[in-house]
């Protein structure tokens, strides 16, 4: 009897263990995607993170299609 309320006792330690570490994470990411730096495209001015964003000429597109847009018509 003994045994299994140590056992319980450990399991509830772990799983307390586990879920810090998962809140730990997630705060951390929002706090990453809080400060991503934004670049606005120039073919539409739509905000895009830099890192999802392409670069052309000094330019920011969100997209292949506005770059090529934007390129044809300048
Ligand atoms: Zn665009």
């Known amino acids: 009897m003994l045994v299994r309320l140590l056992l319980f006792v450990v399991l509830c330690i772990a799983l307390a263990w ?24 120039a073919q539409c001015a739509l905000h895009v993170p830099r890192s999802a964003a392409i670069r052309a000429e000094q330019h920011w597109f969100c997209t292949p299609g506005h770059r090529d847009q934007y390129l044809e018509s300048h």
Request: charged content about 40%; proline content about 0%.
């Open 18 to 41: 586990a879920w810090r570490g998962v809140q730990r994470s997630r705060r951390a990411r929002r706090i990453e995607s809080h400060t991503t730096e934004t670049v606005r495209c």
